[in-house]
């Protein structure tokens, strides 16, 4: 649905010149309205040109309209993301119209735009969302949502359409049909997805939810099936590497199954924003952002230990191989001191198997090979944990489990002789690996959050059991700072699971669990390349020392410009030199 901005023109061209000298129209320029003007230069909506040209005319003309509009109400978000939102009313008809924009120092940029027109007991909502990356990769969605009320009962129906960054089209259709009556609220509802690869899925769900106060407990009953087919791009920069990939994935589920129970007391008024994320930018999380990345440079200090009593007996007389059996515990602990907080992990396990392992080796005239193959059947029971505490808050993780499984793996190796580059060793490689395991194992693990940054104090866990039979492999290629990983895997398992929260988080106090299970067969791949940007730092600098070295001594300083300064003097005067004697002076 869109706003018609007639009026505004309307009243643009209206306006004589003797209006404009007067006292009213002057109190616009006297507002403070443009006060985040740098967010909005920041997030100009000429840099969503990308993510708005999947969307038909008349949507990407509302968005660019309400974008200039001078009516718009204009919203810096907690993570720096800007929201333009207007509304009108004629007669029984309110239509509301709202942008949020925002775009990164990397160049990512992402866009929300949502229409609302509501007449009566009738209302009719479509949102468009896309994101693209700096690569120019774009994701995108269109939902159109209506609903009708008469009395008690709510319906809804919906049509989602979902594109990824290769054009694959995806359709989801959606209904459901809510009734109230005093305060308690009954719902169900069904939907169908379909691709363009001739997949489908399908869910129906049963809710109640039933207020008392400001306590509202809902229970709810999801089963799913059917076959669905996802597409993720990523991209990651750390201090060391850049990578960017991209993951496909196939499930099929015949059975799937979720029963859960949750009680949220309203305990004050929620405080989220319309921001694509309800973390606030602000001085401190800069800081620690900042910490975190000298850390990754060493800014810390570690202390470590590991154990490992492991006893093994060996079969085998060849060196490169073993053959036999593997019983014992180990582990490990550590602590960390640096600007990206306090860091703390501790690991033990016990294990007892049967293995059957062989390795080799070879070294040639223009580089080496190696290879492993192996074979095992083993049980283990751990338990692991780790914490952190930083300017935003704690987090912490526990698990415990015992699993069994089976294991056959071989992976190999070829590498090129390094030679330098700019003072740096490189080469190329190529290394390959395939596993394939059947295990079944049982385990529980928890989480605690206490965050400043949105305000959270969250502790939920898990427990369950599976089965699984999973086949992978996976393909390295690489030249020097460059290389190229393309990976598969497919899979066949089922799981029985049992989830508890317990919290505080945007003004609501929450508790609950679920129990489910489900059996599924599931296959996917994924491409990523990877850039070591430490490498390439690493050539540049040296390729500078060697530029800029003038005396010859490996080292930079004032010696290297007094010694550019003289050869220049050097070369001014034998060029004047050769002029004269050119011209017999």
């Given at each position: 649905?869109?706003?018609?901005?007639?009026?505004?023109?309307?009243?643009?061209?209206?306006?004589?010149?003797?209006?404009?000298?007067?006292?009213?129209?002057?109190?616009?320029?006297?507002?403070?309205?443009?006060?985040?003007?740098?967010?909005?230069?920041?997030?100009?909506?000429?840099?969503?040109?990308?993510?708005?040209?999947?969307?038909?005319?008349?949507?990407?003309?509302?968005?660019?309209?309400?974008?200039?509009?001078?009516?718009?109400?204009?919203?810096?978000?907690?993570?720096?993301?800007?929201?333009?939102?207007?509304?009108?009313?004629?007669?029984?008809?309110?239509?509301?119209?709202?942008?949020?924009?925002?775009?990164?120092?990397?160049?990512?940029?992402?866009?929300?735009?949502?229409?609302?027109?509501?007449?009566?007991?009738?209302?009719?909502?479509?949102?468009?969302?896309?994101?693209?990356?700096?690569?120019?990769?774009?994701?995108?969605?269109?939902?159109?949502?209506?609903?009708?009320?008469?009395?008690?009962?709510?319906?809804?129906?919906?049509?989602?359409?979902?594109?990824?960054?290769?054009?694959?089209?995806?359709?989801?259709?959606?209904?459901?049909?809510?009734?109230?009556?005093?305060?308690?609220?009954?719902t169900t509802s069904h939907s169908v997805t379909t691709d363009s690869r001739g997949n489908r899925a399908w869910t129906q769900g049963?809710?109640?939810?039933?207020?008392?106060?400001?306590?509202?407990?809902?229970?709810?009953?999801?089963?799913?099936?059917?076959?669905?087919?996802?597409?993720?791009?990523?991209?990651?920069?750390?201090?060391?590497?850049?990578?960017?990939?991209?993951?496909?994935?196939?499930?099929?589920?015949?059975?799937?199954?979720?029963?859960?129970?949750?009680?949220?007391?309203?305990?004050?008024?929620?405080?989220?924003?319309?921001?694509?994320?309800?973390?606030?930018?602000?001085?401190?999380?800069?800081?620690?952002?900042?910490?975190?990345?000298?850390?990754?440079?060493?800014?810390?200090?570690?202390?470590?230990?590991?154990?490992?009593?492991?006893?093994?007996?060996?079969?085998?007389?060849?060196?490169?191989?073993?053959?036999?059996?593997?019983?014992?515990?180990?582990?490990?602990?550590?602590?960390?001191?640096?600007?990206?907080?306090?860091?703390?992990?501790?690991?033990?396990?016990?294990?007892?198997?049967?293995?059957?392992?062989?390795?080799?080796?070879?070294?040639?005239?223009?580089?080496?090979?190696?290879?492993?193959?192996?074979?095992?059947?083993?049980?283990?029971?751990?338990?692991?944990?780790?914490?952190?505490?930083?300017?935003?808050?704690?987090?912490?993780?526990?698990?415990?489990?015992?699993?069994?499984?089976?294991?056959?793996?071989?992976?190999?190796?070829?590498?090129?002789?390094?030679?330098?580059?700019?003072?740096?060793?490189?080469?190329?490689?190529?290394?390959?690996?395939?596993?394939?395991?059947?295990?079944?194992?049982?385990?529980?693990?928890?989480?605690?959050?206490?965050?400043?940054?949105?305000?959270?104090?969250?502790?939920?866990?898990?427990?369950?059991?599976?089965?699984?039979?999973?086949?992978?492999?996976?393909?390295?290629?690489?030249?020097?700072?460059?290389?190229?990983?393309?990976?598969?895997?497919?899979?066949?398992?089922?799981?029985?699971?049992?989830?508890?929260?317990?919290?505080?988080?945007?003004?609501?106090?929450?508790?609950?669990?679920?129990?489910?299970?489900?059996?599924?067969?599931?296959?996917?791949?994924?491409?990523?390349?990877?850039?070591?940007?430490?490498?390439?730092?690493?050539?540049?600098?040296?390729?500078?020392?060697?530029?800029?070295?003038?005396?010859?001594?490996?080292?930079?300083?004032?010696?290297?410009?007094?010694?550019?300064?003289?050869?220049?003097?050097?070369?001014?005067?034998?060029?004047?030199?050769?002029?004269?004697?050119?011209?017999?002076?």
């Open positions: 649905m869109r706003i018609d901005n007639g009026n505004t023109r309307a009243t643009r061209s209206s306006r004589s010149p003797s209006t404009t000298h007067t006292a009213p129209p002057a109190a616009p320029r006297t507002e403070p309205r443009p006060a985040p003007a740098p967010a909005q230069r920041r997030d100009s909506f000429e840099s969503q040109a990308r993510n708005t040209e999947r969307f038909g005319s008349g949507a990407r003309n509302d968005m660019r309209r309400l974008d200039r509009s001078p009516r718009a109400t204009i919203a810096t978000n907690r993570d720096g993301s800007v929201t333009r939102s207007q509304s009108n009313t004629r007669g029984q008809t309110t239509r509301t119209q709202e942008l949020t924009t925002s775009q990164s120092r990397f160049g990512d940029t992402r866009l929300k735009f949502t229409t609302n027109s509501k007449t009566g007991g009738r209302e009719t909502t479509n949102t468009y969302s896309a994101r693209t990356d700096m690569f120019g990769r774009t994701q995108s969605s269109h939902q159109r949502e209506s609903s009708f009320e008469r009395g008690d009962v709510k319906q809804t129906r919906s049509r989602t359409t979902t594109v990824d960054s290769r054009g694959n089209q995806k359709d989801t259709r959606a209904e459901s049909r809510q009734v109230t009556q005093g305060e308690r609220a009954e049963t809710s109640t939810a039933t207020k008392s106060g400001n306590t509202t407990t809902t229970r709810s009953t999801t089963r799913s099936g059917g076959t669905e087919r996802t597409v993720q791009d990523n991209n990651s920069f750390t201090a060391d590497a850049f990578s960017l990939g991209r993951t496909t994935e196939r499930k099929n589920t015949p059975f799937n199954t979720q029963h859960n129970v949750t009680r949220e007391r309203q305990i004050r008024p929620g405080t989220a924003d319309d921001g694509f994320t309800q973390t606030k930018k602000d001085r401190l999380g800069t800081a620690q952002k900042g910490g975190d990345l000298l850390a990754q440079a060493g800014a810390k200090k570690e202390w470590k230990n590991e154990f490992n009593h492991v006893t093994e007996n060996n079969t085998s007389k060849d060196p490169n191989s073993f053959v036999g059996s593997r019983v014992g515990t180990s582990g490990s602990e550590s602590f960390s001191v640096g600007t990206d907080g306090l860091n703390a992990s501790y690991k033990r396990e016990a294990k007892a198997g049967v293995y059957a392992e062989t390795k080799g080796e070879t070294k040639g005239k223009y580089g080496e090979a190696s290879y492993t193959a192996g074979a095992k059947a083993e049980a283990k029971a751990g338990v692991d944990g780790n914490a952190k505490l930083n300017l935003n808050g704690l987090e912490a993780t526990g698990r415990v489990g015992a699993s069994a499984s089976v294991e056959a793996s071989a992976t190999g190796k070829a590498a090129t002789k390094s030679v330098k580059v700019a003072g740096v060793d490189v080469n190329a490689a190529v290394e390959g690996k395939v596993r394939a395991s059947a295990e079944v194992s049982a385990e529980a693990e928890g989480t605690v959050k206490v965050t400043r940054n949105p305000p959270t104090a969250i502790a939920e866990g898990s427990a369950g059991a599976s089965a699984v039979a999973k086949a992978e492999a996976e393909i390295k290629a690489s030249a020097g700072p460059f290389s190229v990983k393309v990976d598969a895997y497919a899979s066949a398992g089922a799981e029985a699971k049992a989830t508890g929260v317990i919290g505080y988080e945007d003004g609501k106090l929450k508790i609950g669990g679920g129990l489910g299970a489900a059996v599924g067969l599931g296959a996917g791949a994924s491409g990523t390349v990877e850039v070591d940007v430490k490498q390439i730092g690493n050539m540049a600098k040296n390729t500078a020392v060697k530029v800029a070295d003038a005396n010859g001594d490996g080292k930079l300083g004032m010696d290297d410009a007094k010694a550019v300064v003289d050869g220049a003097k050097n070369a001014v005067n034998d060029a004047k030199d050769k002029v004269a004697d050119f011209f017999g002076f």
